[in-house]
């Protein structure tokens, strides 16, 4: 049965989108409108009980989370090679990585946009010069944060750099800059933005 991503164009649905692009496996790609009138509707809860893009059904069973997804697919297809294996000792770190954009980086940038106060210390996501440094270190030597192996925490993480620092959320900082380029240019992220450009169109 064919993986079904539920999706939503100019969404942080295309992250997933250039996920399955990554893996290079059949999908198909089902439109969601978030702006309609009653979204989400019942029938959408069952498959993301948030009612958000991205969403991804497999076998009947649907999910959500963008980390989860990733996860997923590159567990699914471990011949893509996106993720180290369960009995990789880098699994751990890779799993740090992979977590880092919604438990870290989404946290630390809204508090930069609020102007908010952090707390370093009790809040879980340290705080933003905290959490943009030790991703920063993270990236030596390069190019990617496990040397030449890409992995989805690199694609999601790429993501993320490239949403915050095209809304002026996150500092373009040469490493940063440099690491979106290089992601940016894989051929499964032009392909991914080829079909995000055609389902614009059609809104």
Excluded at 7 to 21: D, I, K, N, V
Excluded at 41 to 54: D, F, L, S, T
Excluded at 82 to 89: E, G, K, V, Y
Excluded at 142 to 165: C, K, Q, R
Aim: contains cysteine; glycine residues 8%.
């Amino acid at each position: 049965m064919t993986m079904k991503l539920y999706y939503c164009p100019q969404t942080r649905a295309f992250t997933s989108l250039w996920m399955m692009e990554e893996a290079g496996q059949p999908y198909e790609l089902v439109r969601v409108n978030i702006r309609a009138p009653g979204h989400p509707n019942e029938a959408y809860r069952k498959i993301n009980p948030m009612g958000k893009v991205a969403a991804l059904e497999d076998g009947g069973m649907g999910f959500g989370e963008t980390a989860a997804i990733l996860l997923y697919v590159a567990d699914k297809y471990p011949q893509a090679k996106l993720a180290p294996s369960t009995t990789d000792p880098r699994r751990g770190r890779f799993l740090q990585w992979l977590m880092f954009p919604a438990g870290t980086m989404e946290p630390v940038m809204t508090e930069k946009r609020l102007g908010n106060q952090p707390n370093s210390f009790q809040s879980g996501w340290g705080d933003y010069d905290r959490a943009f440094a030790a991703l920063e270190a993270a990236m030596k030597p390069g190019p990617w944060l496990f040397g030449a192996e890409f992995t989805v925490a690199d694609l999601y993480i790429a993501s993320h750099l490239n949403f915050g620092m095209q809304f002026g959320m996150i500092d373009k900082r040469p490493a940063f800059t440099a690491f979106v380029e290089r992601a940016t240019a894989r051929p499964a992220f032009k392909r991914a933005m080829e079909i995000e450009m055609k389902e614009a169109a059609k809104s």
